[in-house]
């Protein structure tokens, strides 16, 4: 269909109420992809370093945990993650302010990609929260080589925003899945990116 990343959504039901689906199905899909498309492990899950191992054997190349849950040693996280052979990244919920703390995380460059949240996690086909969006533009003016994700809520309609606040990665599920033409959805999105950073 012409994507550049697969998200894939990984919940415990502990961090998030739903439970969707862990590496056994995760290598299943990256086994049928052959390793042609980019695996983004979204991990909603409580307790993320349990998973490195079993995540990166099941073919995930980025693994992304949340600063709410219970991730420890954050350098020790990030290092782990990386040597298990994916890039870490750091996703925030809404509620959670960009203080000084987080700051300095992201001064030592500890994460490849930040995912800024523009509904609460867990649940697919929520209203997108546009005002996610000032954090967005706060850490791209911050930092303007690193990247940033947006998630929720993303369609043909507000795209564009998320672009201008200074994301470069879009994930959008049910703004593809439930469009009359998901393909031209897809073609949207990524002309939209195009157009705005001159890819």
Same mark, same amino acid.
């Given at each position: &269909?012409?994507?550049d990343?697969? $998200?894939?959504d990984?919940?415990d039901g502990?961090?998030v109420?739903?439970l969707?689906?862990?590496p056994? +199905? +995760? *290598?299943?899909l990256?086994q049928?992809?052959?390793?042609?498309?980019f695996? #983004?492990?979204?991990c909603m899950i409580?307790e993320p370093?349990?998973? +490195?191992? /079993?995540l990166?054997?099941?073919g995930? $190349?980025q693994?992304?945990v $949340?600063?709410?849950s /219970?991730i420890?040693?954050?350098?020790e996280?990030? %290092?782990m993650i990386?040597n !298990?052979g994916?890039?870490p !990244?750091?996703?925030l919920?809404?509620?959670?302010?960009i /203080?000084?703390?987080?700051?300095?995380?992201? #001064? *030592?460059?500890l994460?490849d990609?930040?995912?800024i &949240?523009?509904?609460? =996690?867990?649940f697919?086909g %929520? *209203?997108?929260?546009a005002d996610m969006? =000032?954090?967005?533009?706060?850490?791209?003016?911050k930092? =303007?080589?690193i /990247?940033?994700?947006v998630?929720g809520g993303v369609?043909c #309609?507000?795209?564009?925003s998320?672009y201008?606040?200074?994301?470069n990665?879009i994930?959008?599920?049910?703004?593809i899945v439930n !469009?009359?033409?998901? %393909?031209?959805?897809?073609? $949207? &999105? *990524?002309?939209?990116?195009c %157009?705005?950073?001159?890819?």
């Amino acid at each position: &269909m012409g994507v550049d990343w697969l $998200h894939l959504d990984v919940m415990d039901g502990h961090f998030v109420p739903n439970l969707t689906f862990g590496p056994p +199905i +995760i *290598k299943c899909l990256t086994q049928r992809l052959q390793n042609r498309t980019f695996i #983004d492990l979204h991990c909603m899950i409580q307790e993320p370093r349990k998973w +490195i191992k /079993d995540l990166s054997n099941a073919g995930g $190349h980025q693994m992304t945990v $949340h600063y709410e849950s /219970d991730i420890g040693n954050i350098e020790e996280l990030s %290092q782990m993650i990386r040597n !298990a052979g994916m890039r870490p !990244a750091l996703a925030l919920k809404p509620k959670t302010l960009i /203080d000084h703390t987080l700051m300095e995380i992201f #001064d *030592k460059q500890l994460f490849d990609m930040i995912l800024i &949240m523009t509904v609460e =996690p867990g649940f697919g086909g %929520q *209203k997108f929260m546009a005002d996610m969006l =000032p954090k967005v533009t706060q850490l791209r003016q911050k930092y =303007p080589k690193i /990247d940033i994700q947006v998630d929720g809520g993303v369609n043909c #309609d507000n795209v564009i925003s998320c672009y201008q606040a200074g994301a470069n990665v879009i994930v959008s599920g049910s703004g593809i899945v439930n !469009a009359k033409e998901p %393909q031209q959805s897809i073609n $949207h &999105m *990524k002309e939209c990116g195009c %157009q705005h950073y001159k890819w």
